[in-house]
């Protein structure tokens, strides 16, 4: 049984570029979250996707955007990167109506 | 979601019974309280969580206190494996979405 796969794990990008992290749910889960962790804090809530659609924010910019496609898997976008963008970004899928979230590994990106 | 205090750090020692405090003294009665730990470079894993009684698994155990406003998470025979960042996290559970609001953890660090 996968459990939540991220990809890229690395990616390193300069200021003013964009950006797509993409995200397969753990197997039977329909609901993805995204969340940053910068160096040395706790993960900050970005959104959450179920449905195809977005149905919690964090207080993230318009700059962050997402999708869901119908086979549940998911992308976070950013777009006009900025160097304080530059953290772990962490998928977490989970059924709707539970608690328990099964996190991914990250995607690590630095802004150059 | 309530907001929650725990240590920045905390040892223990190999084999010991780690217990890591956390207060939550607002919580309301419909806020489950949660624990999930971070191994460095990884994602958040779930733990254990309860409303008001004890709980067990085969992780770890639960203790709430029986006013709700603190609990206790206990390894029982810690490992150096177990040496991780562990959140404590209080919740709805069953709204519309199940966000984590992460706060800084505490820092466990198992010694031989």
């Known amino acids: 049984d996968a459990g939540v796969t991220q990809s890229p794990t690395h990616l390193i990008k300069t200021r003013g570029q964009q950006v797509t992290l993409r995200c397969s749910p753990k197997s039977g889960h329909d609901t993805v979250s995204w969340y940053q962790q910068a160096l040395g804090q706790g993960p900050q809530f970005i959104f959450q996707?179920?449905?195809?659609?977005?149905?919690q924010r964090g207080n993230f910019p318009d700059r962050f955007s997402g999708h869901q496609f119908p086979n549940y898997s998911s992308e976070l976008n950013v777009n006009a990167l900025l160097l304080g963008d530059s953290a772990l970004y962490l998928c977490?899928?989970?059924?709707?109506?539970?608690?328990?979230?099964?996190f991914g590994e990250g995607s690590r990106l630095t802004v150059l | 979601d309530a907001k929650t205090t725990q240590p920045p750090s905390m040892d223990c020692a190999e084999g010991r019974a780690a217990n890591l405090p956390c207060n939550h003294s607002t919580i309301s009665g419909n806020e489950y309280v949660y624990w999930y730990r971070q191994i460095h470079s990884q994602g958040p894993q779930y733990i254990i969580h309860?409303?008001?009684n004890n709980e067990t698994n085969e992780m770890a155990s639960l203790i709430i206190t029986e006013d709700r406003k603190s609990s206790t998470l206990i390894l029982p025979h810690a490992t150096l494996r177990d040496t991780a960042v562990y959140y404590c996290?209080?919740?709805?559970?069953?709204?519309?979405?199940?966000?984590?609001?992460f706060g800084g953890g505490t820092r466990l660090m198992v010694k031989p």
């Open positions: 996707y179920y449905e195809e659609e977005e149905r």
């Open positions: 996290i209080v919740r709805v559970v069953g709204n519309a979405g199940n966000m984590l609001t």
């Open positions: 977490a899928s989970s059924l709707v109506l539970t608690g328990e979230l099964f």
């Open positions: 309860g409303l008001k």
